[in-house]
C-alpha cells in the first residue's frame, strides 16, 4: 500500500515569508495529490490539489508542486499571513483504485507577524 | 446547510465500555471514511466505506466496527478491545467510488475514555 512522508514537522516564518512543506510517496502507479489544511479544533480542508498530468498548480498565494520521478510534491505559500498558521497535512490514494486517501503526519506552520 | 455532522464534538467514556460516534452526511455522496487523529501522527484510516452495506479495513481497523446501512449514515463503534481509544475521531465524504475525488470532513469527536 501507499506511504506518505512529510516534512518538517514544524515550521515558524514571519510574516511575508514564503513556506514550504515536502512530502514523498511510495506508489508510483498514484495520481492524486491533494494538500488540506486543518485548524484548530475543526477538521481539515482541501486547499489545492495536483494530478499526475501536471507538474505545477497555483492558486493565489499557494502552489503545489509534483516530481513523478522522484516522486515528491510540494506546497509553496507566498506571502505569509498569520491566518495561514494551522496544520497542514498532504495526501495520497491508498491504492490505484483511489478508494481512500492515506495522509502525511502533518506539519504545523507558525506565522508570527 | 449541506455537509457532514459529527456528534457529539465531545464523549466522555469509562474504560471498558463500548461508545458509538454518530457521522451523517446529506451530500448524498457514496463514499464515506472513518479517521482517528491523535498528536504527531496524523490522520490514519480506520474504516471506509464506498457503498451501503459494504465497508473495508483501512490500516488500523482493529478494536472498531462500522455499518453502513444507509448511504448518509456511517457511525463507527469504538470497542473495549481498543486499547487507547482516547483521540480525536473524524469523518469524511466523497462524491465517487474508485475516484481520486476531496474528501469532505466532519468537525471530529473527540473522545475521553478514563
Known amino acids: 500500500g501507499e506511504n506518505v512522508e512529510q516534512h518538517p514537522s514544524t515550521l515558524s516564518v514571519q510574516e511575508g515569508d514564503s513556506a514550504v512543506i515536502k512530502c514523498t510517496y511510495s506508489d508510483s502507479a498514484s495520481n492524486y495529490f491533494p494538500w488540506y489544511k486543518q485548524e484548530l479544533g475543526k477538521g481539515p480542508q482541501l486547499i489545492i490539489d495536483?494530478?499526475?498530468?501536471?507538474g505545477e498548480k497555483k492558486d493565489q498565494r499557494i502552489a503545489v508542486t509534483l516530481n513523478k520521478t522522484a516522486k515528491h510534491f510540494s506546497l509553496h505559500i507566498t506571502e505569509t499571513q498569520p491566518e495561514d498558521s494551522a496544520v497542514y497535512f498532504c495526501?495520497?490514494?491508498?491504492?490505484?483504485?483511489?478508494?481512500?486517501?492515506?495522509f502525511g503526519k502533518g506539519t504545523t506552520l507558525s506565522v508570527s507577524s | 446547510d449541506g455537509g457532514i455532522t459529527q456528534s457529539p464534538k465531545y464523549l466522555f467514556r469509562k474504560e471498558g465500555q463500548n461508545v458509538t460516534l454518530s457521522c451523517e452526511q446529506n451530500l448524498n455522496h457514496d463514499a464515506m471514511y472513518w479517521y482517528r487523529q491523535d498528536p504527531g501522527q496524523g490522520l490514519r484510516l480506520i474504516y471506509y466505506?464506498?457503498?451501503?452495506?459494504?465497508?473495508q479495513k483501512g490500516d488500523i481497523a482493529e478494536g472498531y466496527s462500522v455499518s453502513r446501512e444507509k448511504k448518509e449514515s456511517f457511525p463507527l463503534t469504538v470497542t473495549s478491545a481498543q486499547k487507547n481509544p482516547t483521540a480525536f475521531y473524524l469523518c469524511?465524504?466523497?462524491?465517487?467510488?474508485?475516484?481520486?475525488?476531496?474528501?469532505?470532513f466532519g468537525q471530529g469527536t473527540r473522545l475521553t475514555v478514563v
Open positions: 466505506s464506498q457503498i451501503v452495506n459494504d465497508f
Open positions: 495536483i494530478r499526475s498530468n501536471v
Open positions: 495526501a495520497a490514494p491508498l491504492n490505484q483504485a483511489g478508494t481512500a486517501l492515506i
Open positions: 469524511a465524504s466523497s462524491p465517487r467510488t474508485g475516484a481520486n475525488t476531496e474528501a469532505f
